[in-house]
């Protein structure tokens, strides 16, 4: 029941349900520890009981660890995508407002081609128009061009973080970690270089929200750390999960070890309490055997000569002195009725 019911609790999503699999797992530890606590148990071979109770104790250890993790990994979880979602959010945010500037820098860009028609048929204009072409070149086109990388910089940040939620490896985070601090360099620049100030002022709180979830290195206290951690934690669990699977071989195998001795020693027990009852039946025997002798050297020794002898002696008297032989002998012995009686001879004899 405990090794079965630990997947439930590495599968919680939410304190409430990770304290409920908490509290089941600990009422079943105890009532493990209470068995494996049992003194009878020390009948079985106390080696057994020994290496049982360290197992029990090591496995429900591992549950308490992966209780912690888990505990670890719902509050890192719930950090991780709030944080993701407003990194997700700030990308999106720039690219929309990217969207516009791009498109402001591509209508300027065509006003001034467009201008550029008239001073290039007008002779007297061509060095008006030289400039005006270095101008399109140097700033429009270039403006342009930055605000078209932003947003495609800003994209590239948003399907890096939407990713990075669903990274299972650190490999793959780190990878993602890489890729994100390079369009996050890029976005500064080109968040500077826009000339709106309230627009500009706009992306670089957005940018602030992107930088951040970047840290000052990917892994100090940044979104990647935190995936990271996740990713590692999620690996702790598949450790722990599966040494839970061989300390529960583990228990498996002493507990039948211990169930074979139990029943062994239930046979000896057996055995020798039918030895017992049959010793017991001939000592009963025995003992009846000697009760009766007892009882017939009891009635040999006194009933047969003190009462049955002295009785008989008596009555060979009387029939000498029916006889009319005067000449007898009455012995004045016996108990106080065989007295009186020979009193009683005595005087019919007198």
């Known amino acids: 029941k405990l090794v079965a019911a630990a997947p439930a609790l590495t599968a919680a999503t939410d304190e409430a349900t990770r304290r409920r699999q908490e509290a089941a797992l600990t009422a079943l530890a105890e009532e493990i520890r209470r068995s494996v606590a049992d003194a009878n148990l020390s009948a079985l071979g106390e080696s057994e009981v020994a290496d049982l109770s360290r197992t029990v104790d090591a496995l429900i250890a591992n549950l308490s660890a992966q209780s912690r993790l888990v505990r670890e990994r719902i509050a890192l979880e719930s950090a991780f995508s709030g944080r993701a979602v407003n990194t997700i959010a700030a990308a999106t945010a720039i690219v929309d407002l990217s969207e516009t500037l791009v498109s402001n820098a591509s209508a300027g860009t065509s006003a001034v081609i467009a201008n ?129 699977g061989d300390l529960s071989r583990a228990v498996s195998g002493i507990a039948q070890s211990m169930l074979a001795a139990s029943e062994g020693y239930a046979r000896r027990t057996a055995d020798q309490a039918g030895a017992a009852v049959g010793t017991g039946f001939y000592s009963l025997v025995v003992s009846s055997l000697v009760a009766i002798i007892i009882s017939g050297l009891i009635v040999w020794l006194y009933v047969e000569r003190r009462v049955v002898r002295r009785l008989a002696t008596l009555s060979a008297a009387m029939r000498r002195l029916t006889d009319g032989d005067l000449d007898v002998d009455v012995a004045d012995e016996g108990t106080h009725e065989l007295r009186a009686m020979s009193k009683a001879v005595r005087a019919f004899r007198d």
Request: no cysteine; proline share 2%.
């Open 116 to 244: 550029l028609y008239g001073l290039v048929e007008d002779p007297t204009r061509r060095e008006e128009a030289y400039d005006a072409l270095d101008r399109l070149i140097e700033e429009d086109i270039y403006r342009m061009g930055g605000m078209f990388e932003l947003r495609l910089r800003s994209s590239q940040i948003g399907l890096l973080a939407n990713r990075l939620t669903r990274a299972i490896t650190e490999d793959e985070a780190r990878e993602i970690a890489a890729g994100y601090r390079d369009h996050l360099k890029v976005i500064r620049r080109r968040v500077a270089s826009i000339d709106d100030p309230v627009r500009r002022d706009q992306a670089a709180g957005f940018f602030a929200v992107l930088r951040s979830a970047a840290g000052d290195s990917p892994w100090d206290e940044s979104l990647f750390s935190q995936r990271l951690r996740l990713i590692r934690i999620g690996q702790q669990l598949d450790d722990v999960a599966a040494a839970n």
